[in-house]
């Protein structure tokens, strides 16, 4: 199995706190990306990073920004949190040089409630 | 621009077969398969290119039709083991970033 923890796993609060969710990695791989998942929606790209400092929006992003300082770590922050973010967020990660070319190992998820 | 998966959902015996398929609206590069079990991770289970390539995981086998923009996931002699909600992923570059845009999913039940 890829190396890859999401922190924290569970995480209640309130409408207007801001949110951090952390993914990290150990298999020193290129692209990461974070996901969330709804019912009937399925798993929809927010934002991904294609290396350190180098990240861009996916379909779903307003509300959350993006930093990846190492090639570890990718966070995701709700500046904000409202209801409509609650969800399950799962990161992902990839390699283009890998011989299984491209495919994106998942991490446990972290589900979230906004109260 | 979501692709779309069909059926929604199919419900099985142990041993028969179901196919699974997912259909986009623009030109792809790449189709991906995963699979979830409830309240775990997407599993990767194979990818497809462009170029009409066939795969094959265990019993579980895919096609990819450029043309047609479409691919299907056939699962053989259904085990117990492939309940779950079946993804596919698309790609329409198959370069820097591997961006994929996902169906809403299928699920499988296989009952003995």
């Known amino acids: 199995d890829a190396g890859i923890t999401q922190s924290p796993r569970h995480k209640v609060t309130e409408t207007g706190t801001p949110v951090t969710l952390r993914c990290h990695q150990t298999?020193?791989?290129?692209?990461m990306y974070w996901y969330r998942q709804d019912p009937g929606h399925g798993l929809r790209l927010i934002h991904y990073?294609?290396?350190?400092?180098?990240?861009d929006k996916g379909e779903v992003s307003d509300g959350y920004s993006v930093s990846r300082s190492k090639t570890e770590d990718f966070l995701l922050t709700l500046e904000s949190a409202t209801s409509s973010q609650t969800s399950v967020y799962f990161c992902?990660?990839?390699?283009?040089?890998?011989?299984?070319?491209?495919?994106?190992?998942f991490g446990p998820g972290t589900r979230l409630t906004v109260t | 621009q979501q692709p779309v998966q069909s059926p929604q959902a199919v419900i099985l015996r142990e041993g028969e077969d179901a196919v699974i398929n997912c259909s986009s609206s623009?030109?792809?590069?790449?189709v991906h398969w995963y699979r979830q079990k409830h309240g775990e991770a997407p599993v990767f289970l194979m990818i497809?290119?462009?170029?009409?390539e066939q795969k094959g995981h265990e019993k579980i086998s895919a096609s990819f039709n450029e043309k047609k923009q479409q691919s299907s996931l056939y699962l053989t002699a259904s085990q117990l083991s492939y309940s779950g909600t079946y993804f596919c992923?698309?790609?329409?570059?198959?370069?820097?970033?591997?961006?994929?845009?996902f169906g809403t999913g299928t699920l499988l039940a296989v009952q003995p």
């Open positions: 992902a990660i990839s390699d283009q040089h890998r011989a299984k070319r491209y495919e994106q190992y």
């Open positions: 298999e020193n791989h290129r692209y």
């Open positions: 990073s294609y290396g350190v400092k180098d990240t």
């Open positions: 623009k030109a792809l590069y790449s």
């Open positions: 497809l290119l462009k170029g009409g």
């Open positions: 992923g698309t790609g329409d570059y198959g370069g820097a970033t591997n961006k994929l845009i």
